[in-house]
């Protein structure tokens, strides 16, 4: 679900390779292993001739092709994927492993009359492009361009809108339910990913399918992946099933048969499967025992294969599943090779551009370091704190890249627990950590803490147990959009009890506070931003702040002024609010502006808000890059209305800013906070309508 940081620059080298249908040479691609599509080792920079696809504008133009032309399109589609990923970036890896997939679905089922539901949506751009959106698919994840993921907004083909894994079965369910109930015959697939299947709703609903005898085909994608490597039981259990030899086919009536499996030496399971001695009989497989009519497992690229099964199922009833291998990246030599590097890429830079005015090319050019990236500064900070405290220890719901942990997994792996794809898992492993006299940490996304909410209010605030939360892509996180915004944990965190709030400037405050938190007994949480910092220091030995005291940045104009803003940021926004008062004041001369660097949301620093009201300030605002509605700005609302004393004296001219009562359309972060009126011109704006 993060987006990787694999740098463009190793796939931006050359001319890609092609398939025969392509006018580049078809001497620069060499024949995959089941002699089925081709594989290529470069991303093309011209857009690669495909006869076939452009012929595709609906799934209806589908269900006329031969097997040969089924195969055809999905070497022309894979090599159209490749292009228009180096044209926009985005998500890489997992579409380029459901090509086949995408392919046969599309062109048995009718859709959009029946349903297909795609599990968090990283591997949707195949179905984007054979749903009428090939021409736009360059667009992708740009501003006004198509969406990261399924989006129901953006297409009648998109039945449900995703980004976060584990609900493509529980949504499945409730549109297969609802057709039965209006006697509407119509097929819902769903397809989920190994690594989402870890997650807890996904159990539930096949449980609850069962209970219903609902007609419900679920596919299963295995690729071993989730973003990272797939681990846990369950993994365990997938793997163990393909290397026992067999698998459960489907009869021309569909009656499951057990025999031996074609050879699929062209998958390369993970060795660490083989230490597992005993294999089980294929049918006594999880999904069976559970209830689910189970497939498997099959070859996910091998076209005929697909057909022939897929075919079959889809008329089975009741809850059925279907087991397909896959490889992430398949087709592109380097993401077969490197599927975690290669999740997702950024677009190719242009060959002919001067990028000397980027922030990177500028420091590169003085032999100066980039600013670290605040998921490094979180790395540093817990393998420090490791080697001066063996009671820390470190979970992660699958984000040990994103979360900057590989470090630490490395130098501490005892000390390390990925849960995988398990949030509400991840939040009561660490209450339950905590009562047994450790101390753990919980690095987590923002938007994905969400989904263990109920754990943090339930098993660590009510219990006041000692945990930390290092709370990951905070605010606006760009072009993965609404699903993936991180603009709502103020308001969720704030609200409960036992709860402490800190919110970094910089990098140094991130590594202090980071410390701060962990040095604190009891539940608290340091809330930070995706990308990379402002460049800061950050300073040695680390510091424990005092718990809810903010600081004075900065004080410009004159004390005697007529006019007196409070500029109270939290967070990321104290920079843009120092912008911002040095433009308001150019053009306020007899104005005084103070910045104040808030820090923690919660408990709010009521004492410096008071002296702000006693030195007389006519104006506040509130500045987070958060929702407006429950955030910071309403935390300071609160106070001034329901606790102050100085405010029955004093009532200055109040405004909030933040992000207005609407989900945020994907685009860059800095579109974003321009759409939102969050960057210094939009600022500048608001405080100036305050003034007046």
């Known amino acids: 679900m993060q987006q990787s940081s694999h740098s463009s620059q190793s796939c931006s080298l050359a001319v890609a390779t092609s398939s025969s249908s392509s006018t580049l040479s078809s001497a620069d691609s060499v024949a995959s292993s089941s002699s089925l599509q081709q594989i290529y080792t470069q991303i093309p920079r011209v857009r690669p001739n495909t006869p076939l696809l452009d012929a595709i504008d609906t799934p209806a133009d589908l269900k006329t092709l031969t097997t040969k032309q089924l195969i055809t399109l999905a070497d022309e589609l894979r090599l159209f994927l490749l292009y228009s990923a180096g044209q926009s970036g985005g998500h890489f890896g997992a579409n380029l492993g459901v090509i086949e997939l995408t392919i046969i679905l599309h062109h048995l089922l009718d859709a959009p009359n029946d349903q297909i539901v795609w599990d968090v949506g990283h591997q949707a751009y195949a179905h984007k492009v054979l749903t009428g959106r090939r021409e736009r698919l360059s667009s992708i994840r740009a501003k006004d361009g198509l969406t990261a993921f399924p989006e129901r907004a953006e297409s009648v083909y998109d039945t449900f809108g995703v980004g976060h894994s584990s609900t493509s079965i529980s949504a499945g369910l409730g549109m297969s339910l609802a057709l039965r109930y209006q006697g509407r015959p119509q097929t819902v697939a769903c397809i989920i990913g190994d690594g989402a299947m870890t997650g807890g709703m996904a159990f539930e609903a096949m449980n609850d399918a069962v209970q219903q005898d609902a007609d419900l085909l679920v596919i299963l994608n295995d690729n071993d992946m989730s973003i990272s490597c797939s681990i846990g039981g369950f993994s365990r259990h997938l793997a163990m099933l393909w290397e026992s030899g067999y698998q459960v086919d489907i009869s021309d009536t569909g009656e499951p048969i057990l025999c031996h499996r074609p050879d699929m030496q062209a998958f390369s399971r993970r060795k660490r499967h083989k230490q597992q001695r005993d294999v089980p009989k294929i049918e006594d497989n999880l999904f069976k025992a559970i209830g689910f009519t189970y497939f498997g497992p099959f070859d996910g690229h091998n076209i005929p294969e697909l057909l022939r099964v897929l075919t079959l199922a889809k008329q089975v009833r009741g809850p059925v599943l279907v087991h397909i291998y896959t490889t992430k990246g398949k087709g592109f030599a380097p993401a077969e090779a490197d599927p975690v590097g290669y999740h997702a890429i950024s677009k190719l830079a242009d060959e002919d551009s001067d990028s000397a005015n980027s922030l990177e090319s500028n420091k590169v050019s003085q032999n100066l370091p980039l600013p670290l990236k605040y998921s490094q500064v979180f790395g540093q900070f817990l393998c420090d704190k490791a080697a001066q405290d063996d009671k820390l220890l470190a979970i992660t719901p699958a984000m040990e890249a994103g979360s900057g942990m590989v470090d630490f997994a490395r130098h501490f792996p005892e000390r390390f627990f990925d849960v995988a794809i398990a949030e509400q898992h991840a939040v009561t492993l660490a209450g339950g950590m905590a009562t047994q006299g450790v101390k753990p940490i919980v690095a987590i996304y923002s938007t994905f803490l969400q989904r263990g909410y109920d754990q943090l209010i339930h098993d660590i605030a009510l219990q006041n147990l000692d945990v930390t939360f290092a709370i990951d892509r905070a605010g606006f996180v760009g072009e993965d959009g609404a699903t993936h915004a991180g603009v709502f944990d103020f308001a969720f965190l704030r609200c409960v009890p036992n709860m402490v709030v800190a919110a970094p400037k910089d990098e140094n405050e991130c590594y202090q506070l980071l410390n ?124 001034l209305l329901n606790s102050s004393a100085a405010y029955k004296n004093n009532r200055p001219a109040i405004r909030n800013i933040g992000i207005p009562d609407h989900f945020a359309p994907h685009g860059s972060q800095a579109e974003q906070l321009a759409d939102s009126g969050l960057d210094v011109n939009g600022v500048v704006g608001q405080l100036k309508q305050l003034l007046s």
């Open 516 to 639: 701060t938190c962990y040095e604190y007994q009891g539940s608290t949480a340091v809330r930070y931003p995706r990308g990379m910092g402002t460049g800061a220091v950050i300073q040695q030995p680390p510091q424990c702040y005092s718990v809810g005291k903010a600081v004075v940045e900065t004080v410009l104009g004159d004390d005697n002024a007529v006019i007196k803003l409070a500029l109270l940021a939290f967070g990321t926004m104290v920079a843009t609010a120092e912008q911002a008062a040095e433009n308001i004041l150019s053009e306020h001369p007899n104005c005084q502006i103070q910045v104040v660097n808030m820090r923690w949301v919660k408990p709010l620093d009521a004492d410096l808000i008071e002296d702000l009201l006693i030195q007389g300030v006519t104006h506040i605002a509130t500045l987070e890059e958060h929702m407006i509605m429950g955030g910071a700005g309403s935390a300071v609302n609160e106070h």
